[in-house]
T-cell receptor
Framework: EAGVVQSPRYKIIEKKQPVAFWCNPI?????LYWYRQNLGQGPELLIR????????DSQLPKDRFSAERLKGVDSTLKIQPAELGDSAVYLC?????????????FGEGSRLTVL | GENVEQHPSTLSVQEGDSAVIKCTYS??????FPWYKQELGKRPQLIID?????GEKKDQRIAVTLNKTAKHFSLHITETQPEDSAVYFC????????????FGKGTKLSVIP
């Protein structure tokens, strides 16, 4: 079965420019997550979707970050405008509905460099 | 919210020796504790997890122990091999049944041949 697919794998932009990341979760996984991983750190949750509904976005910097998951499948994460501190790897993950928490399946990530 | 502390940040062991990584968590309601392995430039992948209704779980050379009273859990890797070299992350969910995971900062394990 195909894993979580993300694109682009790498993106270099200048500050104040916009950027968007795309994620296609594993088929049948209705829970989708966006995490940010700074260099030398663990992943930090930005937003979680149950189908098309954002059920946890408390850590998403809403002044410049936005996300959507149309039709409850693919998702995009956008940053506008990007700042130097946004340089990080943006990881998408998905999971199946289970009683309580369960395994997250991560994509390869999108590495963002803001110059 | 949940706070997860992980130690050590780096660990070097000789091939064949054991490696132990320790984590503590703050939310007594947490009930799910996974461990992820991330090789350089790759995605994090689950290697083992434990729920609060058990104290220990083993899978071949990997084991995890959980002490709910002390709020800490540990990863044990025996007979280490060079391919075990990676960054390991512990995590805990934010409250019973929560889907939100808080990750530790990671431990870079180097297995020296």
């Amino acid at each position: 079965e195909a894993g979580v697919v993300q694109s682009p794998r790498y993106k270099i932009i200048e500050k104040k420019q916009p950027v968007a990341f795309w994620c296609n979760p594993i088929s049948g996984h209705n829970t989708l997550y966006w995490y940010r991983q700074n260099l030398g750190q663990g992943p930090e949750l930005l937003i979680r979707y149950e189908n098309e509904e954002a059920v946890d976005d408390s850590q998403l910097p809403k002044d410049r970050f936005s996300a959507e998951r149309l039709k409850g499948v693919d998702s995009t994460l956008k940053i506008q405008p990007a700042e130097l501190g946004d340089s990080a790897v943006y990881l998408c993950a998905s999971s199946t509905p289970r009683s309580g928490a369960g395994e997250l399946f991560f994509g390869e990530g999108s590495r963002l460099t803001v110059l | 919210g949940e706070n997860v502390e992980q130690h050590p940040s780096t660990l070097s062991v000789q091939e064949g020796d054991s490696a132990v990584i320790k984590c503590t968590y703050s939310d007594s309601a947490s009930n799910y504790f996974p461990w992820y392995k991330q090789e350089l430039g790759k995605r994090p992948q689950l290697i083992i997890d434990i729920r609060s209704n058990v104290g220990e779980k083993k899978d071949q050379r990997i084991a995890v122990t959980l002490n709910k009273t002390a709020k800490h859990f540990s990863l044990h890797i025996t007979e280490t091999q060079p391919e075990d070299s990676a960054v390991y992350f512990c995590a805990a969910n934010s409250g019973a049944g929560s889907y939100q995971l808080t990750f530790g900062k990671g431990t870079k394990l180097s297995v020296i041949p």
